[in-house]
C-alpha cells in the first residue's frame, strides 16, 4: 500500500488540529482538509468576544493560520464545499460539486450550525446569527447604526450578545421562552444570579415568551410577541441553538444520534472511520457515559487525540471538558456533564453558594463522585473540582463540606 489518504470533512480547530497532529506521526502521507467555509482556520470565539467586536484588536488577529502554513506542512485545503455523501464500503467522499474524493482514513469534524429561526419576517435584514465569520460582518457593521437591539434566547450566545449591544450602545431586551435564564441546564438561582447581572448592565429581559412574527420592510422594523406586545428594534440577535450537519450520512450505514456516535478512542461504528469536535457523541471514560460537549478547547484537544489515533496510535480520548464565559460583571463555567439528570439517573445534585452571596454551584453526582458542576461566580471551585472528577474522588461521606460555601475543596482531594 502507497501513502494513506487522510480525508478530513471539516477546516475549524478540530480538524486542523488532527491534520497538524496527524503531518507529526505521517511526514508523507495525504491529507485534505474540506471546509464548509470559505475561509483557513480562524478563531471562532474571538467573533463574540468585546474586544475584537470593538476592533480594540487588529482584525488579522482572528486569522490562526496563514495560508503558507497548508503549503509547508502539504496539507490541502477545499474551501467552500460541502461533503453530500459517503460511501464507506467504497471509500469515498462525495462533495456539493460532485467532487468525489477518496479516502484510508476519515475524519468526520463537521462542528455545528445555528439553528435557524422560522418565524414570519425572520430572513429580513437585519436580524442575524453569531456562528462564523460571515456572520460577524453582518452585525458588527449592524450595531453602529441601530438603536433598538433584541436578543432572542437564552443561552452562551444570548449572553454574549446582550454584552455586544450594550457595548455598542444599543437599547437591549433579552427574550426568552423560560422561566429563567439557561433553564434547564441551570436551576432558579444560579439562573437569577445571571439575569440580574444582565440587568445591572442595562439589558430589559422578558421571560416566558416568544417571538411569533419580526416586521418591517426589507429590513427589520420590530418584534412581535406571543402576547401580543411591539418591540421596536433595528437589530436582532438568534440564539436559539444549535444543530451538528449529518443528514448526509444518514444513508451510509454510520450510527449518528444528535451527533456522530463514537467510542473511547474518538472512533465511529464503521472501520476508518473518527469524529471529534462538536459533532462527536463518543464513550467518556471519565463519566462512563456517551458524552457531546462543544467548546473550543474541547475540540481541539479531541482532534489531536484523533488525529494520533488515525496515524496508527491507540489512546483513548480522556479529558475533564471545560466552557466558560463572563462579561457584566459575572462569570459562568461548566464542568464535565451537566445535562440536567433525570430522574431515573441515579444523580443527585448538590448546591453551594446561594443568590444573596452573589455565587452558586451545582454539583452532579453519579454513585460516589462528581461527574459535573455549574458554576456562577465560583471560579475558585474550578481547578479543585477538575481534580475531583478527574481523579474519580469518592464525596459519598462529603457531602455537607461540598455544600458549605466556606469549605475549600481542595480539603477534598486526597493528601
Known sequence: MGETRYLIIGGGISGTTAADTIRQQDAGGEITIVSGEPYRLYSRIMISKPHYFLGKVPPEQIWLKKEA?????????????????????????????????????????????????SAPGADKKGIHYVRTLEDFQGYQPASKT?????????????????????????DTTLVIREPHYWDPVLDQTSGRLIEAALERGGVKIIR?????????????????????????????????????????????????????????????????????????????????????FGSWSNAQNQGKVAGSNM??????????????????GVSIAFIGNVNPPAPDSGKQVVSRGSFELNNHGRYIIKGSRIVGATLINRTVDVGPLTKLIEQRVDVSGKLQELADPKIDLKTLLPA
Not at 71 to 76: A, C, G, L, P, R
Not at 93 to 101: A, I, K, S
Not at 208 to 233: H, N
Request: proline fraction near 4%; aromatic fraction near 10%.
Open 146 to 170: 441601530a438603536k433598538q437591539g433584541v436578543v432572542i434566547g437564552g443561552g452562551a450566545i444570548g449572553f454574549e450578545m446582550c454584552e455586544l449591544m450594550r457595548l455598542a450602545g444599543l
Open 311 to 328: 496515524a496508527g496510535q491507540k489512546q483513548p480520548y480522556r479529558l475533564v471538558t471545560f466552557y466558560a464565559v463572563s462579561g457584566l
Open 69 to 117: 502554513w497548508y503549503t509547508d506542512k502539504n496539507i490541502k485545503l477545499i474551501a467552500g464545499k460541502t461533503a453530500v455523501k459517503l460511501e464507506p464500503n467504497a471509500k469515498t467522499v462525495t462533495l456539493n460539486d460532485d467532487t468525489v474524493l477518496p479516502y484510508d482514513k476519515l475524519l468526520l469534524a463537521v462542528g455545528i450550525c445555528a439553528r435557524r429561526w
Open 208 to 292: 416566558g415568551q416568544y417571538v411569533t412574527e419580526a416586521y418591517g420592510g426589507d429590513s427589520v422594523e420590530g418584534l412581535v410577541l406571543q402576547d401580543g406586545r411591539r418591540l421596536p428594534c433595528q437589530m436582532v440577535s438568534v440564539g436559539i441553538g444549535g444543530f451538528c450537519p449529518l443528514d448526509w450520512l444518514k444513508d451510509s450505514g454510520l450510527k449518528v444520534n444528535r451527533g456522530v456516535v463514537a467510542n473511547e478512542y474518538l472512533e465511529a461504528s464503521l472501520p476508518d472511520i473518527w469524529t471529534a469536535g462538536d459533532a462527536a457523541e463518543y464513550f467518556d471514560p471519565i463519566y462512563e457515559e456517551q458524552l457531546q
